[in-house]
């Protein structure tokens, strides 16, 4: 997923990076960025890698690129086991002449939050414990091998993709999308109780999955369950299509 959330009104100034020692266990990254792009995904086990191609809005008269700091764009705090990451120009009052597209690189097996108001988010990790999303206008996409207990991602306007290739969470999913499509991809272990929901659109389930789909006007609605698993995964758009493989 190209991380393109920047409008036509802003340039690329340059990019800054920092990185940092794991040199204890890290259960928790928090993302937080207002305008602009979100990748995280599995890297080094012993560092954090936070790299950030900075935007501004033209003829804002911003500092030339080779004076840009790290620390004057993006702010990176640790608190115990929990590190947040977000942008320095959110809170200020020239908050919208800016725009960041972060990438960054963590050790496998943490719980990953993230909460964008417009751009694109792209998560692409082998393992986590649990992943929860929220975007407001933009396209999310989450990559996954293994996750342990739950996804939850919400998005207002934009498309919603979720794949886990190998362990389904046990707790299963939640995806929802204001206006736009949702789509899930699951291992073929994968059981549970199955609720998919389309206001204005149409549901297509795998075949495999076995569910009762309805129609009923412009909306359509699949239920059902396999196996003694307690994952409950809900799928719903108000306006568009929902799909299960």
């Known amino acids: 997923l190209a991380l393109t959330g920047c409008s036509s009104s802003h340039e690329v100034l340059g990019t800054v990076r920092s990185s940092f020692p794991a040199s204890q266990p890290i259960a928790t990254l928090a993302t937080t960025l207002g ?3 979100i990748r995280i995904e599995t890297g080094s086990v012993e560092t954090v890698e936070v790299e950030a191609e900075v935007l501004v809005r033209r003829r804002s ?11 004057d764009h993006v702010r990176v705090v640790r ?20 725009q960041l597209r972060l990438r960054i690189r963590i050790p496998d097996g943490v719980a990953l939050q993230g909460n964008l108001s417009v751009g694109a988010l ?39 993709s979720v794949t886990v290739r190998q362990t389904a969470p046990a707790r299963g999913m939640r995806l929802s999308c204001g206006t736009g499509n949702v ?29 009762d789909k309805r129609r009923n006007n412009a909306s359509a609605k699949a239920t059902g369950g396999s196996g003694e698993s307690a994952a409950r995964y809900v799928l719903t758009t108000s306006v568009g299509n929902v799909t299960l493989r």
Do not use: C, K, M, Y
């Open 35 to 37: 305008a602009g792009g």
């Open 61 to 71: 008269g911003a500092v030339p690129a080779e004076d840009l700091q790290f620390e």
């Open 79 to 98: 608190d115990g086991n929990r590190i947040e990451v977000a942008s320095v120009h959110d809170d200020a009052p020239d908050a919208d002449d800016w």
């Open 122 to 160: 792209s998560i692409a990790v082998e393992s986590a414990p649990e992943i929860v999303v929220v975007l407001g206008v933009g396209d999310a996409e989450i990559v996954a091998d293994t996750v342990l207990e739950h996804v939850a991602l919400e998005v207002g306007v934009g498309q919603a």
């Open 183 to 211: 789509s899930a991809r699951l291992p073929e272990a994968a059981e549970g109780t199955f609720e998919l929901t389309a206001g204005v659109g149409d549901v297509q389930p795998a075949a495999r999955f076995g569910l």
